[in-house]
């Protein structure tokens, strides 16, 4: 007999991430690039899914974020809708899709949420993006921050590196997360920051905070799932913790079926129709 699977709760929105905040329970969030492992996902309860550009990198073979357009977003936020009916769902917005001007920002994000299916997005940085996000806020469009490390200024940070170590750049930091929350963010992804900034930023707050190798005092936490399950033949970054070694068994897998196919074992009688 099938054993029958506990019922999912009910649908996450902003206000569930904000009573959250409040209450002290833990926000879960992963990326997802396509529909079975958005279902994944909302099966196994996780509250927000990501639509990260980090796609780039872990399905496209780009060497970073930054080649990832808008249509590459569009096509895999269509795809994790289709697969999600609880998460909240997060979309990336793509480098140079709305930094400079904010009526083109509300456009294009419109766009992510119009035909792709994208209940909020997120938006890299502070300071020169602030007038897009206003904008957006403007626009009836929920906006997630993002500060630390922030890939798409991968080449201005002079690579992945920890962001924040010197009491000068704690404070700078602290300001532009509450530049964010005056805007109205409704939460704040903190990358790549040393665990005693991303707790000061936290209590600082009133929106919840998501780490991302900050420590586990943020008001939740978020991995790729790629890097969560093991699929990679690289190491993960030093904050991840595998949860699976994924890459190994179907590597595994594939050699068996190799040798099956070139032994004869594969098709056998109960692979064949007689």
Same mark, same amino acid.
């Given at each position: 007999?099938?054993?029958? !699977?506990?019922? *999912? ?40 899914? !990501?639509?990260?550009?980090? #796609? ?9 974020? *930054?080649?990832? %357009? ?18 909240? *769902? ?15 920002? #509300? ?28 904008? !957006?806020?403007?626009? +009836?469009?929920? #906006? ?5 490390? %922030? ?10 590196? #920890? ?24 939460? *704040?992804? !903190? ?10 930023? %936290? ?44 890459? %190994? ?9 190799? +040798? ?15």
């Amino acid at each position: 007999m099938t054993k029958k !699977l506990p019922a *999912l709760s009910g649908k996450v929105t902003v206000q569930t991430l904000r009573d959250r905040k409040r209450s002290g329970e833990k926000i879960v969030a992963l990326t997802a690039y396509d529909a079975p492992m958005a279902r994944l996902l909302n099966r196994a309860e996780v509250d927000v899914i !990501l639509v990260g550009d980090s #796609v780039g990198n872990v399905k496209l073979g780009f060497p970073n974020t *930054l080649p990832v %357009t808008l249509e590459h977003m569009l096509h895999h936020t269509q795809a994790v809708r289709r697969g999600n009916s609880r998460a909240f *769902l997060v979309a990336d917005m793509p480098f140079l899709t709305y930094e400079f001007d904010p009526k083109e920002a #509300v456009r294009q994000v419109g766009r992510l949420m119009k035909e792709g299916g994208a209940e909020a997005v997120k938006v890299e940085g502070a300071g020169a993006v602030l007038p897009s996000i206003r904008a !957006l806020i403007g626009a +009836n469009i929920p #906006v997630m921050g993002h500060l630390g490390l %922030t890939p798409q200024s991968v080449h201005r940070l002079g690579g992945y590196r #920890v962001q924040g170590r010197s009491p000068s750049e704690g404070d700078r930091l602290l300001r532009e997360a509450r530049q964010l929350e005056k805007e109205g963010a409704f939460a *704040l992804v !903190l990358e790549a920051v040393p665990g005693p900034l991303a707790r000061r930023v %936290t209590r600082a707050l009133s929106i919840p905070t998501i780490g991302i190798g900050a420590g586990k005092e943020t008001d939740g936490q978020i991995l790729v799932l790629d890097d969560l399950l093991g699929f990679s033949d690289v190491p993960p970054p030093r904050f991840v913790k595998p949860y699976a070694h994924l890459w %190994t068994e179907a590597l595994s897998a594939v050699r068996r079926f190799r +040798n099956d196919v070139r032994s004869s074992r594969f098709p056998g009688p109960d692979q064949t129709y007689s």
